[in-house]
Nanobody, 121 residues
Framework: QVQLVESGGGSVQSGGSLRLSCAVT????????VAWFRQAPGKEREAVAA??KDGITRYADSVQGRFTISQDNALQMNSLRFEDTAMYYCAAGRACPVPSSLLVQTTYDYWGQGTQVTVSS
């Protein structure tokens, strides 16, 4: 089994930055991809960014150029906007997906409990 615990969420003003961390424990050798998803109230969960073990990354268009996912599973978020407000979830997958599947929810087998990010305008 694999366990994921997110941290680093909080409240920030528009234009500010936050760094989310994802601690992955357990059979970490069995995972090949890690991603961040988010869900705002009343909206569906959406992919934000993902990274494969070999370093290939993918980003949602809405965060391209502002967010960066790293090999330690962290998500650096810069130039935050009000619309980035959401619960952010870390996820890990056993399979090594093709790049086009890195932002697909069904790619991921394990999920954390989430960390809240609130951006005030």
């Amino acid at each position: 089994q694999v366990q994921l615990v997110e941290s680093g969420g909080g409240s920030v003003q528009s234009g500010g930055s936050l760094r989310l961390s994802c601690a992955v424990t357990g059979r970490t050798y069995s995972t090949c991809a890690v991603a961040w998803f988010r869900q705002a109230p009343g909206k569906e969960r959406e992919a934000v960014a993902a990274i494969r073990k070999d370093g290939i990354t993918r980003y949602a268009d809405s965060v391209q150029g502002r967010f960066t996912i790293s090999q330690d599973n962290a998500l650096q978020m810069n130039s935050l906007r009000f619309e980035d407000t959401a619960m952010y979830y870390c996820a890990a997958g056993r399979a090594c997906p093709v790049p086009s599947s890195l932002l697909v929810q069904t790619t991921y087998d394990y999920w954390g409990q989430g960390t809240q990010v609130t951006v005030s305008s």
